[in-house]
């Protein structure tokens, strides 16, 4: 299915990174492999947010930076597979998204879906364990971190409220203090799991890299109006940074705990 055309499955930023934490992006990228066309999917709509989190790589990039840590982002479109998805939910492979159909998924044989699994999916989380493996092999606990946005609306809807969401569940180490510290500045609208929560079952990657391991993690929400920019998008990530950075860094947080499953 990929060519030498395409892009890797994943991006590796900053490897050698030294802080004791990893950033992953599931929803880097709204590329599709030249092979499968454009899914039936016009240009305006592969360019949304069904595609990819705007703003999201950005953040990610400037987040490895600050912490100096290594960060996996996901090459592909979530059309195209959502790497943070269970392969057997709907939406790994979705149909429709915010009322766009996907013409090219409608009619995957067997064969095309493994495809897709084991040049993009795979090799993405294959990434990711190798990263946390490699602070195991050097007696590091690390956090993780996973870099997300959301749409300031669906399609029809209205306006969401929360310019920063933080979508957790059961191990409250990192997120509950973050949050407090956001809220404490005054200057973002925080939503604790709304509108999106972390959905054990459905949410993948931190699931099964963090919490499987016992490992401390923050997954967030950024609203995709707020870091369409560039230099907007680094200056979320700055902002998160600043309140993180000393939380990531405490070694008694950062201590194998399992809460899942």
Known sequence: MLSEKDPAPFELVNPEGKAPCLIVCDHASSVIPESLGELGVDQQHRLEHIAWDIGAAVMARRLAEL???PAVLAGFSRLVVDCNRYLDDPSAFVLTSDTIAVPGNMAMTDSERAQRVAQIFRP???????????FEDAGIVPAVIACHTMTDKMRGG????????MCWARDDRLPVPVMDRLIARGDTVVGDNEPYGMDLGEDYTVPEHAMRRGLPYLQFEVRQDLVTRDEDARAWAEKLHEVSYDLVADPELRTVKLYWP
């Open 67 to 69: 912490f100096d840590a």
């Open 158 to 165: 209205q306006l969401r409220p929360q310019e920063f969401t």
């Open 124 to 134: 993405y989380h294959n990434a990711i364990e190798d990263a946390l493996e490699r």
